[in-house]
């Protein structure tokens, strides 16, 4: 059973696009999050939700938006795709302390 | 600013050699730290954590960790590396005022040959 999952996998697209990357959590967590991993593979946080409620909403351009159905879901829908915007995005879920459980990761190519 | 520096960006060793990769934080107050190991393709995975006790942790596959308040760092460990661990590694800050979120340094890319 996969804790956290993340769909899809690979997300190839041109400039301009609009695309959404979905994830889920089965581990009953109340907060959940999305990190960016860039080329030199720094891991950043851009946004964190616990229990459907926006928390955390790092300096991240507002094509970015996170959408949370419930608390197993959270998803990143992404307006007017940029090269720049081409990394590695994570899911994640945590319990109360913290300990993150990480999604396999979607490899966002823009072209 | 508030950081997490980790000093070692790139660290190749022989298998068998002795590893020490170093972190330091930069946060005032309670913080729980963590290790995460990320394998070539692969998602993290938690290494080990410390939130309170023992300053000396046991993560899974043979690596330590030791935490000293008085120098901010957490310093991770292992007596005898082997090919296998070729990874990734990063160390990641929780202040317990942030939401929780992960705050990572930049890694260390560590290259065992056989």
């Known amino acids: 059973d996969t804790a956290v999952s993340q769909t899809p996998k690979y997300l190839v697209t041109q400039m301009g696009n609009d695309k959404s990357i979905k994830c889920e959590q089965n581990?009953?967590?109340?907060?959940m999050y999305w990190y960016k991993q860039d080329s030199k593979k720094f891991l950043k946080i851009m946004f964190s939700?616990?229990?459907?409620?926006?928390?955390i909403n790092e300096t991240v351009p507002n094509r970015f938006s996170p959408k949370s159905p419930d608390k197993a879901h959270l998803n990143l829908h992404i307006n007017s795709l940029e090269l720049g915007d081409s990394a590695v995005y994570f899911c994640?879920?945590?319990?109360?302390?913290?300990?993150?459980?990480f999604g396999p990761g979607t490899r966002l190519l823009v072209l | 600013a508030q950081s997490v520096s980790q000093h070692n960006h790139h660290v190749i060793l022989s298998e068998a050699a002795s590893l020490e990769l170093g972190c330091n934080y930069s946060?005032?107050?309670?913080?729980?730290l963590f290790w995460y190991v990320q394998y070539p393709g692969q998602h993290l995975q938690l290494l080990l954590k410390?939130?309170?006790?023992?300053?000396l942790v046991k993560g899974i596959k043979g690596f330590e960790a030791e935490f000293i308040k008085s120098k901010f760092s957490f310093n991770l460990r292992k007596p005898s590396v082997q090919w296998s661990d070729t990874a990734e590694y990063f160390c990641?800050?929780?202040?317990?005022?942030?939401?929780?979120?992960?705050?990572f340094g930049k890694g260390t890319s560590l290259l065992v040959t056989p």
């Open positions: 410390y939130f309170s006790g023992d300053p």
């Open positions: 581990l009953g967590h109340d907060t």
């Open positions: 990641a800050v929780t202040p317990q005022n942030s939401g929780y979120a992960l705050n």
């Open positions: 994640a879920s945590s319990p109360a302390y913290g300990q993150g459980y």
């Open positions: 946060y005032g107050g309670t913080v729980n």
């Open positions: 939700y616990n229990n459907k409620e926006l928390i």
